[in-house]
């Protein structure tokens, strides 16, 4: 007798019954879904730097479900280097979240697949006013509101108050010039230390950029304009700092190192935003003081930065994802996230929890660099044109290749 | 004495309608099937797939327009692809032989050893093992203004260069990192090579009075050729795909001066969200790759010697 062997008959039979199995498993829509009960789950992706990070974000998630009990977030977290790659690649596989995580920065790219809140806003009749104007405007785009904002801020310089006692240097005030500035950081330097770091970078370096002659990079209408006179001037004097003076470390490599060389006390001042000050206030073995940044022949100016909370456009429950939104925008949250150091908060009302945890002074010099803000612009590949920044400047930075030459290099190649 | 009873033997052909004789072709189709339909759907599917994605502009989100060949043409006609090329091809020509030549050196060194070749075989390959992102930390503190270098040049007087920022020291130095990170693997495959060489053919060779030098070139590396055939290969195909040392060390800076043709293919998909353009350099790696290794597989009748 032959051998027991499959037929075809059982083959197709077999084949057959894995496919329905298969086909028949729930094909949830991404971005959530509401249940036979009523119950809405929202997805929701944000960066996270760690535990900590990840627990003040659940945290504000459940604050959602709190104020709204047929919602249920459901977080996805990731690291800030990819968190932009992640969506991307999400949105391109039709996997996108409800809910967006977005900075100011990045909207360009992304606001295609993003839903103007506007109709939303008036609909609900959500109140602006209690928002931050630099914030509101930060995450808005050809008039459009694309995203509310949880956290907004402007460039500030952040300097190393000890190092400064220990050199008798006095402190800087609010309405320092560029010269003086200059005097400092030389003053600064000395065995072995720098009074400055600097790096190439879309945001710190291009609000230091405005700060000495009003050079703006990107125009009002998301243009890139790198190599205008006046950017060449600026860089020019920046990079100059670093080869030419010598009172800011060498760069090396693509990886922004300035807020740890501040830290780790081999230089005394250095540029960033109020989402980092609370953290560097924490870690630094030093105290930490705060100044708006030195004054041009501009005027005073800086930039300002801000994340916010968007909806993707193609979230199959848009109305609970908007309700979602707004708590996480909400006064609950924003003080929550300003009194753990999470966020400078862009409601003006939570402001103050958050100046009870900061440095002496940062009220004052956050007051002041707030009134000469203005809102970051950027092109919509801004992550190219942030990422050829960090690539290419270094040669200037380092006296390879001149100014001029490395800005007509990066407005060809991103400027298109 | 019984004859058995003759064995019923199924009708012949011409008796009628029948089955034909069952085979395990059946049972094997559904035994290889999972193996097939992994190697379809995750390997053919997505080949056929980047031809298809190379021939589009295929933006992320977006519109989708079929370009023909214009993403390949685009490339060609770049002159920052042609630099991406040119710094693949250097940094191949350069950790080849570095690498073939520090891992085949040791090898041969330790198989003069006893007992400490067990343990520096282990030693050496701990690099291989170890994760890349924990090695170019450390790689970076070393190469970094006023690291581990700089420190150790300065007091002999020597102001070390940037060596990660200077635009001629970059490309070197992230040579010299994947070299210390990949030769412990090819010192591996060497070093059981050079065991396997009977001890019987080295007498012969010392009794006909064959100086040491000439026996490595006459005798060890012929036996040891198809090894180094295949290390080679293979090192040339990974050296191609670079990717971790430009992306973590220098980011393809400064400049352009370390960016390769994976970190390129890697921005170009994902940074600037061209999955088209991102396909074409792909096929254009693979055509590299593929030209580099039929031109390898054409030149071993001339040096590799394997055992008749």
Redesign the interface.
């Given at each position: 007798m032959p051998a027991p062997t499959l037929s075809r008959r059982s083959l197709a039979a077999a084949t057959a019954a894995v496919t329905g199995l298969a086909a028949c498993s729930p094909q949830s829509p991404p971005g959530g879904r509401t249940d036979s009960a009523g119950r809405t789950t929202v997805s929701w992706t944000m960066w996270s730097g760690g535990t900590e990070e990840r627990t003040s974000w659940e945290r504000a998630a459940a604050t959602v479900t709190e104020e709204h009990p047929e919602i249920g977030v459901e977080l996805q977290t990731t690291a800030f280097q990819d968190y932009f790659t992640n969506i991307g690649t999400r949105i391109a596989g039709d996997a996108a979240p409800c809910v967006l995580s977005m900075q100011s920065l990045r909207l360009g790219t992304f606001e295609e697949a993003m839903l103007p809140l506007d109709d939303l806003i008036a609909e609900h009749g959500l109140d602006l006013s209690a928002f931050d104007t630099t914030g509101l405007e930060a995450l808005q785009s050809q008039g459009r509101q694309m995203a509310l904002p949880y956290d907004n801020g402007p460039i500030l310089m952040l300097y190393n108050r000890d190092a400064l006692a220990a050199a008798e240097v006095p402190e800087p005030q609010a309405g320092w010039t560029i010269d003086e500035f200059e005097e400092t950081i030389r003053a600064l330097t000395s065995g072995g230390r720098f009074g400055y770091s600097a790096f190439p970078t879309g945001d710190t370096m291009l609000a230091m950029l405005l700060s000495f002659n009003g050079a703006t990079a990107v125009t009002e209408d998301r243009r890139l304009t790198l190599d205008t006179p006046e950017m060449i001037e600026a860089f020019s004097w920046y990079t100059s700092l670093v080869h030419e003076l010598g009172v800011a470390p060498e760069i090396s490599g693509n990886t922004d190192v300035a807020l740890d060389q501040f830290l780790a006390g081999n230089a005394a001042m250095t540029p960033t935003g109020p989402w980092a000050i609370l953290n560097v206030n924490a870690q630094a073995a030093f105290e930490v003081g705060l100044v708006p940044l030195p004054v041009g022949t501009h005027g005073p100016a800086t930039l300002s930065a801000g994340s916010g909370f968007g909806i993707a456009a193609s979230c199959p429950v848009i109305e609970e994802a908007f309700l979602a939104v707004t708590s996480l925008t909400g006064p609950a949250v924003l003080e929550a996230l300003a009194a753990e150091g999470r966020a400078f908060p862009s409601r003006t009302a939570p402001q103050s929890a958050w100046y009870a945890n900061a440095p002496e002074g940062s009220e004052a010099a956050l007051s002041a660099a707030l009134e000469t803000a203005t809102p970051l612009v950027t092109t919509d590949n801004w992550s190219q044109v942030a990422d050829g920044i960090a690539q290419y400047c270094g040669q200037a930075f380092n006296g390879e290749k001149s100014p001029g030459d490395v800005l007509a290099l990066l407005q060809d190649e991103f400027g298109g | 004495m019984l004859s058995p009873a003759p064995r019923r033997r199924p009708p012949g052909p011409g008796a009628g309608a029948r089955p034909r004789?069952?085979?395990?072709s059946?049972?094997a189709?559904?035994f290889t099937s999972p193996a097939v339909l992994g190697l379809t759907a995750f390997t053919l599917f997505p080949l056929v797939m980047s031809v298809v994605v190379s021939l589009w502009h295929w933006p992320?989100?977006?519109e989708r327009e079929f370009a023909g060949l214009a993403n390949y043409t685009d490339l060609l006609t770049s002159r920052?692809f042609g630099r991406v090329l040119l710094n693949t091809i250097v940094y191949t020509v350069l950790y080849i032989p570095l690498n073939i030549g520090v891992s085949l050196g040791l090898a041969l060194w330790i198989s003069t050893m006893g007992r400490g070749k067990q343990t520096l075989r282990v030693l050496f390959f701990l690099p291989v093992v170890t994760p890349i992102v924990a090695q170019v930390l450390v790689w970076?503190l070393i190469?970094?203004?006023?690291g581990v270098i700089a420190g150790l040049l300065a007091p002999l007087g020597i102001d070390a260069p940037?060596?990660?920022?200077?635009?001629s020291w970059a490309m070197a130095s992230m040579v010299v990192m994947s070299v210390w990170q990949g030769f412990g693997y090819n010192m591996l495959i060497f070093s059981a090579a050079l065991d396997q060489i009977p001890s019987s053919v080295h007498d012969a060779a010392s009794v006909d009075g064959v100086s040491p030098f000439q026996r490595l070139r006459a005798v060890t590396l012929p036996m040891i050729s198809p090894m180094m055939f295949f290390a080679t290969t293979m090192t040339l195909i990974t050296s191609f795909q670079v990717f971790a040392q430009p992306y973590l060390?220098?980011?393809?800076?400064?400049?352009?001066a370390t960016?390769t043709l994976v970190l390129f293919l890697y921005?170009e998909g994902?940074?600037?969200?061209s999955?088209g353009s991102a396909a074409a350099v792909g096929w254009f790696l693979f055509a590299l790759i593929l030209l580099v290794t039929i031109v390898q597989f054409l030149g071993q009748k001339r040096w590799v010697h394997y055992d008749s």
């Amino acid at each position: 007798m032959p051998a027991p062997t499959l037929s075809r008959r059982s083959l197709a039979a077999a084949t057959a019954a894995v496919t329905g199995l298969a086909a028949c498993s729930p094909q949830s829509p991404p971005g959530g879904r509401t249940d036979s009960a009523g119950r809405t789950t929202v997805s929701w992706t944000m960066w996270s730097g760690g535990t900590e990070e990840r627990t003040s974000w659940e945290r504000a998630a459940a604050t959602v479900t709190e104020e709204h009990p047929e919602i249920g977030v459901e977080l996805q977290t990731t690291a800030f280097q990819d968190y932009f790659t992640n969506i991307g690649t999400r949105i391109a596989g039709d996997a996108a979240p409800c809910v967006l995580s977005m900075q100011s920065l990045r909207l360009g790219t992304f606001e295609e697949a993003m839903l103007p809140l506007d109709d939303l806003i008036a609909e609900h009749g959500l109140d602006l006013s209690a928002f931050d104007t630099t914030g509101l405007e930060a995450l808005q785009s050809q008039g459009r509101q694309m995203a509310l904002p949880y956290d907004n801020g402007p460039i500030l310089m952040l300097y190393n108050r000890d190092a400064l006692a220990a050199a008798e240097v006095p402190e800087p005030q609010a309405g320092w010039t560029i010269d003086e500035f200059e005097e400092t950081i030389r003053a600064l330097t000395s065995g072995g230390r720098f009074g400055y770091s600097a790096f190439p970078t879309g945001d710190t370096m291009l609000a230091m950029l405005l700060s000495f002659n009003g050079a703006t990079a990107v125009t009002e209408d998301r243009r890139l304009t790198l190599d205008t006179p006046e950017m060449i001037e600026a860089f020019s004097w920046y990079t100059s700092l670093v080869h030419e003076l010598g009172v800011a470390p060498e760069i090396s490599g693509n990886t922004d190192v300035a807020l740890d060389q501040f830290l780790a006390g081999n230089a005394a001042m250095t540029p960033t935003g109020p989402w980092a000050i609370l953290n560097v206030n924490a870690q630094a073995a030093f105290e930490v003081g705060l100044v708006p940044l030195p004054v041009g022949t501009h005027g005073p100016a800086t930039l300002s930065a801000g994340s916010g909370f968007g909806i993707a456009a193609s979230c199959p429950v848009i109305e609970e994802a908007f309700l979602a939104v707004t708590s996480l925008t909400g006064p609950a949250v924003l003080e929550a996230l300003a009194a753990e150091g999470r966020a400078f908060p862009s409601r003006t009302a939570p402001q103050s929890a958050w100046y009870a945890n900061a440095p002496e002074g940062s009220e004052a010099a956050l007051s002041a660099a707030l009134e000469t803000a203005t809102p970051l612009v950027t092109t919509d590949n801004w992550s190219q044109v942030a990422d050829g920044i960090a690539q290419y400047c270094g040669q200037a930075f380092n006296g390879e290749k001149s100014p001029g030459d490395v800005l007509a290099l990066l407005q060809d190649e991103f400027g298109g | 004495m019984l004859s058995p009873a003759p064995r019923r033997r199924p009708p012949g052909p011409g008796a009628g309608a029948r089955p034909r004789r069952r085979t395990d072709s059946v049972a094997a189709a559904a035994f290889t099937s999972p193996a097939v339909l992994g190697l379809t759907a995750f390997t053919l599917f997505p080949l056929v797939m980047s031809v298809v994605v190379s021939l589009w502009h295929w933006p992320a989100f977006g519109e989708r327009e079929f370009a023909g060949l214009a993403n390949y043409t685009d490339l060609l006609t770049s002159r920052h692809f042609g630099r991406v090329l040119l710094n693949t091809i250097v940094y191949t020509v350069l950790y080849i032989p570095l690498n073939i030549g520090v891992s085949l050196g040791l090898a041969l060194w330790i198989s003069t050893m006893g007992r400490g070749k067990q343990t520096l075989r282990v030693l050496f390959f701990l690099p291989v093992v170890t994760p890349i992102v924990a090695q170019v930390l450390v790689w970076r503190l070393i190469y970094q203004p006023n690291g581990v270098i700089a420190g150790l040049l300065a007091p002999l007087g020597i102001d070390a260069p940037n060596f990660l920022g200077d635009s001629s020291w970059a490309m070197a130095s992230m040579v010299v990192m994947s070299v210390w990170q990949g030769f412990g693997y090819n010192m591996l495959i060497f070093s059981a090579a050079l065991d396997q060489i009977p001890s019987s053919v080295h007498d012969a060779a010392s009794v006909d009075g064959v100086s040491p030098f000439q026996r490595l070139r006459a005798v060890t590396l012929p036996m040891i050729s198809p090894m180094m055939f295949f290390a080679t290969t293979m090192t040339l195909i990974t050296s191609f795909q670079v990717f971790a040392q430009p992306y973590l060390l220098t980011g393809g800076g400064p400049g352009n001066a370390t960016e390769t043709l994976v970190l390129f293919l890697y921005r170009e998909g994902f940074s600037a969200f061209s999955l088209g353009s991102a396909a074409a350099v792909g096929w254009f790696l693979f055509a590299l790759i593929l030209l580099v290794t039929i031109v390898q597989f054409l030149g071993q009748k001339r040096w590799v010697h394997y055992d008749s």
